[in-house]
């Protein structure tokens, strides 16, 4: 006897099949895997047959068949999924498939000052089959009593190049400014190697460290420009759903916690951000951060260490 055709529905794709020949499962038992296969959820379509299984142990040749050709079917639409996804980059023009967030809030500050103020930045992303682009851009800005009193812009721009599962190559161009911290304008580029050392759901960590060049324009109008190592990382864990903390070590990134070091012959600049997201909605979410900026050598009338605590609000699109 041959058991009736049933139907399988995964995301995207309904696949209607016929099992080998075997006894028919009672209707009941059948309607129920049918009712799982239905929700196209793996786990909801385990569960059942294990119950199948221990409720029908004489049926176990028929449920066997049935898990197999759910499974080919799981395969066949995932990758299907995969090579419409893969098309669809490849066709895509360069202003599609970025995504981003913007980000505004109030800081407080100490160290050279002591200050409240307006924080807002926006990052940007675009992921390819290989290549990851990603832009950065940051604004601190203070008035008191009709004067501007803290001033800070960060601009950045870093490709990656994943040639391999873990490894990365990575180029980073990068703009600061903070008069606080005795300089007009800083522009460092960089290139190096970067390693994942987890990427999996709600840990992820990654590292790198390359050369870097940086030239700096002082307040007093003066300028250096000297040739420099960089090391940075990016950790973020997912501690339970809807709160991220982030710790990352990179002198461009504040996707909420970064860390970045660059050392010359006369200067090490250290860029910590440590950070926790509450998620609010699907596109919503506040961070609360807490950011170190250090130089080992500061202009004069400057302090080596600022610090920056910060509440935002952010908007993923």
């Known amino acids: 006897m041959t058991i009736r055709p049933i139907r399988f529905l995964v995301p995207a794709l309904a696949l209607s099949c016929a099992v080998p020949a075997a006894a028919e499962l009672p209707e009941g038992v059948q309607d129920m895997i049918d009712a799982a296969i239905a929700t196209g959820d793996p786990a909801k379509v385990a569960t059942v047959l294990e119950l199948a299984r221990a409720t029908n142990p004489d049926e176990t040749a028929t449920l066997d068949a049935i898990e197999a050709e759910w499974t080919a079917a799981q395969t066949a639409a995932a990758a299907e999924a995969a090579a419409a996804k893969e098309q669809a980059i490849r066709e895509a023009g360069i202003l599609e498939l970025w995504s981003g967030e913007g980000e505004i809030g109030a800081f407080q500050s100490s160290g050279n000052t002591d200050s409240v103020g307006v924080a807002a930045g926006i990052k940007l992303k675009r992921e390819g089959i290989d290549w990851t682009h990603l832009i950065r851009g940051r604004v601190d800005y ?7 009193s803290r001033e800070q812009f960060l601009a950045a721009y870093e490709p990656r190049w994943q040639f391999d599962e873990n490894l990365f190559i990575y180029g980073l161009a990068q703009f600061e400014r903070d008069e606080l911290q005795g300089f007009d304008a800083r522009y460092s580029v ?20 390359g050369p870097a060049y940086r030239i700096t324009e002082f307040a007093d109008g003066t300028s250096a420009s000297r040739v420099a190592g960089l090391f940075g990382a990016d950790f973020d864990w997912e501690i ?8 990352d070590a990179n002198a461009l990134a504040e996707t909420g916690g970064e860390v970045q070091i660059i050392v010359d012959g006369s200067n090490t600049s250290l860029n910590l951000v440590s950070g926790l997201d509450f998620a609010i909605s699907e596109k919503l979410k506040s961070r609360l951060s807490y950011a170190v900026e250090y130089d080992s050598n500061p202009p004069a009338g400057a302090v080596s260490t600022d610090t920056l605590t910060r509440f935002t609000v952010i908007y993923g699109f």
């Open 190 to 209: 960089s290139g190096g190697l970067g390693y994942k050392v987890f990427d999996r759901e709600g840990l992820k960590l990654s590292v790198k460290a």
């Open 240 to 247: 339970f759903d809807g709160l991220t903390f982030t710790q």
């Open 142 to 148: 203070q008035r008191q009593n009709g004067e501007t």
